[in-house]
Structure formats: C-alpha cells, structure tokens
C-alpha cells in the first residue's frame, strides 16, 4: 500500500471557470493536457506532438494545484499526487520504492497524471550537498527513468500458446505513420506534471527536450485577476451593497490566490464575530478589517 497523501486523489472536479484569471496558463495546459488526452487523433492529424512532461512554477498559492485538478477533472483522468514532503517522511530509506509504486499505480489507473508537487524538494540539484543527497541522486534518477519511458506499454496479446500458424494469421499488418503515431500518442496515458516555487534549484536533467520540456510560469494574480479571484470566493456570501471588489482587488497587490480566498473567508467571520449569528451580509468594513491585520505572502521581487 501507498503511503498515506500519496497516490490516487478524490477531489470533487475542479473547472477552469473556478480558477480566476490566468488566462494563458489555462489554455497553454489544455493545450498540453487536455487535448492530446481528449482528442489524440485531431493532434496526429495536425502533425502535434504532446508533451511527455509540464513544469509549473510560480510563487505559492497562485492555483499551481488546482490548475492540475482543473486539467485531470476536464480530461477524465486520475489524479496521483506526492509531495518531497511526504517522500521523504517519516522514513527516508524507501523513497525510491514508494516513488516506483506511485508509478505503478499511475499506470493501472491510466488515463492518469501524476502530479509530483514541490518537485525542488524532491530531487534537488545533482551537484547539491546534503544529507539526504544520496537518496535524492537516487528519486532523481528513477524520475528521469518514469519521464523517459512513461506511457510505453508493450501492446499485449491475447492467449497464451499459438502455434506458429496462428501467429503468422494473427499478425497485425503493418501500421501506417499515422496510425503507429496515433498508437504511441494513446499508449503515453500516463502525464507527468510537476511544480515548484524554485525553478533554479532543480537538476537540468529534469529539464531536457523529452522530459519536463514544456515549461509554464504561473504568475501571481493582477489587478483584474484579483477580481476575478474575489468574485469567485465570495459568490455563495451575501454581499452587502457598500461592498466593492474592484476597490479591493487594487487594495490587495501582494495578495496571492490565497491569500484572497482567505480574506473572503475571514471577513466572512469577522461579521459573524461582530454581528452575531443572525448576520445577514458581509460589509465592505469587514473586508477592509481583515486586510488591516493580514499581510500578503508574495513579495515585491515575486511579482
Ligand atoms: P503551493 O505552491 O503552496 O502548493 P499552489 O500554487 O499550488 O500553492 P493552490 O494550492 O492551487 O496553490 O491554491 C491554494 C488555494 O488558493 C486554493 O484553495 C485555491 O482555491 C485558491 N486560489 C489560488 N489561486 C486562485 C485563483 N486564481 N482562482 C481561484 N482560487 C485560487
């Protein structure tokens, strides 16, 4: 059995309407996700290769995660997940097997995407000290193995003895280009996506045409995505009418995705606090409250 938080996630479906903002990104990973998943033959056709790896970086709490959810719940995928954190904890020595294992089940429950979150804590830099350096050199090489041959399934026959008649009857006939490709593009069901708040810190090997090549920076929330983020997470709260998000999108600069998610929510108890139970809306005082004792994540070098 898997470790506990690794492997299969249940998550209720995520679309790409409850992300706000990031537009680009959105449509950048249903290109390199969604479509080769959902439409395998209209990217053969148009002569597309999809990517064997993604990388998504970016400062914390900006929907890294859920753009990943977003992607596997629109595609019909499984979703497999493990973080450096739970790779290596509580025991570091079988980490390679647990890493094996998550594959495995990756491919049995194909079409899948294993999603390696904190990926910089997970396999580092080749050249970097540490103590747990060696086990890393070794998660590192078995993720380079994954990325280099995930998806490549023997084609497997049915029956077990034939004579050699019914082998030469049996013999498929050769597949056009086209075809073979189609074949090799349906095989490769199983995608690795990984993030990380640190690019720099990962091994250039990781990074090679083949591997985690199709690279996708996740910026942090402008003015107008801050909207976007505050309407989203305040849709289901009654709003009072002196309420004006566009005044808070501009008041929150530093604000990552969140950082936003929990102001609505804390405004949301702080009316509770305030009002009593029988509150009926959220003032814009309240927001306004939090914001004077909450301070963003992001710093101004992040955005
Ligand atoms: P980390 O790097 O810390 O793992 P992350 O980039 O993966 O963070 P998520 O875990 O996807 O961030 O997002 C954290 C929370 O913030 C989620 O609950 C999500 O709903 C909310 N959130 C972040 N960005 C957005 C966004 N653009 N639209 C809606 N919600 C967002």
């Not at 506990?4 to 950048?28: A, C, R, T, Y």
Request: hydrophobic share 40%; aromatic share 4%.
């Amino acid at each position: 059995c898997l470790r506990s938080g690794v492997g299969v996630v249940d998550f209720k479906p995520v679309s790409w309407e409850q992300i706000g903002g990031l537009e680009d990104v959105k449509l950048k990973l249903k290109q390199s996700i969604e479509w080769p998943m959902k439409f395998p033959e209209a990217l053969v056709r148009m002569g597309v290769c999809r990517p064997r790896g993604v990388l998504l970086y970016g400062p914390p709490g900006c929907a890294k995660t859920t753009l990943v959810k977003a992607a596997a719940s629109s595609s019909h995928c499984t979703f497999l997940t493990v973080s450096g954190a739970q790779l290596y904890a509580p025991y570091v020595g079988d980490s390679g097997r647990a890493l094996a294992q998550l594959f495995r089940q990756a491919r049995a429950c194909s079409p899948s995407i294993v999603f390696l979150d904190e990926i910089d804590s997970m396999v580092g830099s080749r050249g970097e000290d540490s103590c747990q350096g060696g086990v890393q050199a070794q998660v590192l090489s078995m993720l380079l193995n994954e990325l280099d041959g995930v998806g490549f399934k023997p084609i497997e026959r049915r029956g077990s003895a034939r004579t050699t008649l019914q082998a030469q009857r049996e013999e498929p006939q050769p597949l056009g280009e086209q075809q073979m490709e189609l074949q090799e593009l349906c095989n490769k069901d199983v995608m690795i996506v990984a993030a990380t708040n640190r690019p720099d810190a990962l091994d250039s090997a990781l990074l090679r045409p083949g591997r985690l090549d199709h690279i996708i920076y996740v910026p942090p929330p402008d003015t107008q995505a801050r909207l976007a983020i505050l309407q989203l997470h305040t849709e289901k709260m009654p709003l009072n009418c002196d309420v004006c998000l566009k005044d808070l999108a501009t008041q929150t600069q530093l604000f990552s995705g969140a950082d936003l998610e929990n102001l609505c929510k804390e405004a949301a108890l702080l009316a509770l606090h305030e009002e009593g139970m029988s509150v009926s809306c959220v003032k814009q005082k309240y927001f306004l409250g939090v914001l004077q004792r909450v301070s963003p994540s992001l710093s101004p070098h992040q955005l």
